[in-house]
């Protein structure tokens, strides 16, 4: 974890809602299964990306159900104006050393709405200043 003690509630990140639908990672799966849905958050960012995701798999409409039916019970967070504030600050702050343009809208999201980004790409997100996120794909 970086940041904060602080952790919860969470927004899970694009590769960690990935992960959680392949199944291929016990600690993770554990961790998400362990926390009630009203704890658990994905922007609309993380959707706009599995989205795309679908169009290009192979079979399209059944890799979009399976993320549809995990993301139905969990509350998806818009990129609004509270968020768009904070992601030019952020923005600023890393202009010499960038990260992800869709990871820094995500940052933005969970900056706006106090909540730490539970990713397994800490080496982007951690460059973030002020933002708290955990890799639940590790077991720690």
Same mark, same amino acid.
Not at 26 to 33: D, G, V, Y
Not at 71 to 85: H, I, K, M, Q, T
């Given at each position: 974890?970086?940041?904060?003690?602080?952790?919860?509630?969470?927004?899970?990140?694009?590769n960690?809602v990935i992960?959680?639908i392949?199944?291929?990672?016990p @600690?993770l799966?554990k961790?998400?299964l362990? *926390?009630?849905?009203?704890?658990? =958050?994905?922007?609309? +960012?993380?959707?706009?990306? /599995?989205?795309?995701?679908?169009?290009?798999?192979?079979f399209?409409?059944?890799?979009r159900?399976r993320?549809?039916?995990?993301l139905?019970?969990?509350?998806?967070?818009?990129f609004?104006a509270?968020?768009?504030?904070?992601? @030019?600050?952020?923005?600023?702050?890393l202009? *010499?050393?960038?990260?992800?343009? =869709?990871?820094l809208? +995500?940052?933005?999201?969970? /900056?706006?709405?106090d909540?730490?980004?539970?990713?397994s790409n800490?080496?982007?997100?951690?460059?973030?200043?002020g933002?708290?996120?955990?890799?639940?794909?590790?077991?720690?």
């Amino acid at each position: 974890m970086t940041r904060s003690a602080r952790s919860g509630p969470w927004l899970l990140d694009t590769n960690t809602v990935i992960f959680f639908i392949k199944g291929r990672n016990p @600690a993770l799966t554990k961790r998400i299964l362990g *926390h009630h849905v009203s704890d658990l =958050r994905v922007s609309d +960012i993380t959707i706009a990306e /599995l989205e795309f995701g679908s169009l290009k798999a192979p079979f399209p409409n059944r890799h979009r159900a399976r993320w549809r039916h995990f993301l139905g019970s969990l509350e998806s967070l818009p990129f609004d104006a509270a968020a768009a504030v904070t992601h @030019a600050r952020a923005r600023l702050d890393l202009r *010499h050393q960038p990260i992800g343009e =869709r990871d820094l809208l +995500i940052a933005a999201i969970a /900056l706006a709405h106090d909540l730490t980004v539970v990713t397994s790409n800490l080496a982007e997100f951690s460059r973030v200043p002020g933002l708290r996120c955990e890799d639940w794909s590790t077991g720690g």
